[in-house]
Nanobody, 128 residues
Framework: QVQLEESGGGLVQPGNSLRLSCVVS????????IGWFRQAPGKEREGVSS????????YYSDSVKGRFTISRDSAKNTVYLQMNSLKLDDTAIYYC?????????????????????WGQGTQVTVSS
């Protein structure tokens, strides 16, 4: 059974940075595509970034492109989401999720139905 655990959330001021971590256990990161999603209060959960297995293709939503970077450390079975230039609108619970599929297009990478396992989430609050 694959399990995911997020960490690294917190309270930051606009313009600052945070790095989220997603530790994968019960399976090798090399065989899973990993996505980051977020859910703001009163809004639906949305895809933020994804790292596709096999080819290592990365995807970013328009709202975070140029500010967020997804990366992975296979030795630690961990995926990171570096978030720079944080904005008030980035406030949300951030979830990581794992999929046994290879994503070849962003609509697939951000489709929650493509993911098999989910973490419990970590809160990110951007406030002045």
């Amino acid at each position: 059974q694959v399990q995911l655990e997020e960490s690294g959330g917190g309270l930051v001021q606009p313009g600052n940075s945070l790095r989220l971590s997603c530790v994968v256990s019960g399976g090798s990161l090399n065989y899973y595509s990993i996505g980051w999603f977020r859910q703001a209060p009163g809004k639906e959960r949305e895809g933020v970034s994804s790292f596709s297995a096999s080819y290592g293709t990365t995807y970013y939503s328009d709202s975070v492109k140029g500010r967020f970077t997804i990366s992975r450390d296979s030795a630690k079975n961990t995926v990171y989401l570096q978030m720079n230039s944080l904005k008030l609108d980035d406030t949300a619970i951030y979830y990581c999720a794992a999929s046994a599929r290879i994503f070849v297009i962003d609509t697939m990478a951000f489709d929650q139905r493509e993911y098999d396992y989910w973490g419990q989430g970590t809160q990110v609050t951007v406030s002045s």
